[in-house]
């Protein structure tokens, strides 16, 4: 979208800290246009429809990753994915990467995206395992208080998408720098 109006490209380093702020986060670094300013929702559609074309172009685990999946599963481990992302994109990308999440919840499933707990009671309630029993993995502050509110034990994935800065003043279990290194909470 920046090209498209000769605007010069930015950083992975600069985009990365916007990633889980979504839509509204990435055109705001992009174009600094937030939703009440005129000709922010056709910059909204226009990136979505941008969006749905590309989605699975580049899309990678992180590293690890696909280790630690397998660990957990090795384990017994039930695992889900609870993400804000609606389900049409959602589910592309989960099929895509051919993750054999035991459930998967997105920005659409419940009536409340993270920070409330809504989505994050609802997998449990799938999965029929008491929330208490349940660790979240995530890279956002959101991401920590739906875990807390939903009594679940919280962890941050310091190697996701956050910037830097703050997160040791969350009330997080902990933080992660590798995916493998979330064994150790299991």
Same mark, same amino acid.
């Given at each position: 979208?920046?090209?498209?109006?000769?605007?010069?490209?930015?950083? /992975?380093?600069?985009?990365?800290? /916007?990633?889980?702020?979504?839509?509204?986060?990435?055109?705001?670094?992009?174009?600094?246009?937030?939703?009440?300013?005129?000709?922010?929702?056709?910059?909204?559609?226009?990136?979505?429809?941008?969006?749905?074309?590309?989605?699975?172009?580049?899309?990678?685990?992180?590293?690890?990753?696909?280790?630690?999946?397998?660990?957990?599963?090795?384990?017994?481990?039930?695992?889900?994915?609870?993400?804000?992302?609606?389900?049409?994109?959602?589910?592309?990308?989960?099929?895509?990467?051919?993750?054999?999440?035991?459930?998967?919840?997105?920005?659409?499933?419940?009536?409340? /995206?993270?920070?409330?707990?809504?989505?994050?009671?609802?997998?449990?309630?799938?999965?029929?395992?008491?929330?208490?029993?349940?660790?979240?993995?995530?890279?956002?502050?959101?991401?920590?208080?739906?875990?807390?509110?939903?009594?679940?034990?919280?962890?941050?994935?310091?190697?996701?998408?956050?910037?830097?800065?703050?997160?040791?003043?969350?009330?997080?279990?902990?933080?992660?720098?590798?995916?493998?290194?979330?064994?150790?909470?299991?």
């Amino acid at each position: 979208m920046r090209r498209a109006r000769s605007l010069e490209d930015l950083s /992975q380093d600069e985009i990365r800290p /916007q990633v889980s702020n979504g839509v509204k986060g990435l055109l705001g670094l992009g174009f600094g246009i937030s939703p009440e300013m005129e000709g922010y929702e056709a910059m909204r559609v226009e990136y979505l429809a941008r969006y749905t074309e590309n989605l699975c172009n580049g899309t990678r685990l992180f590293a690890g990753m696909e280790e630690l999946l397998s660990e957990i599963e090795n384990r017994g481990i039930v695992w889900g994915i609870v993400t804000n992302k609606p389900m049409k994109y959602t589910a592309p990308l989960v099929e895509k990467l051919g993750l054999d999440a035991a459930v998967v919840v997105g920005g659409d499933s419940c009536a409340r /995206q993270k920070p409330h707990p809504d989505q994050l009671l609802h997998a449990a309630q799938i999965l029929k395992i008491p929330a208490e029993s349940c660790l979240y993995l995530g890279d956002d502050r959101r991401d920590v208080e739906a875990s807390l509110a939903a009594k679940m034990k919280p962890v941050i994935a310091a190697y996701g998408y956050l910037g830097a800065g703050g997160m040791e003043s969350w009330g997080a279990e902990g933080a992660i720098d590798h995916p493998l290194e979330l064994l150790d909470y299991l």
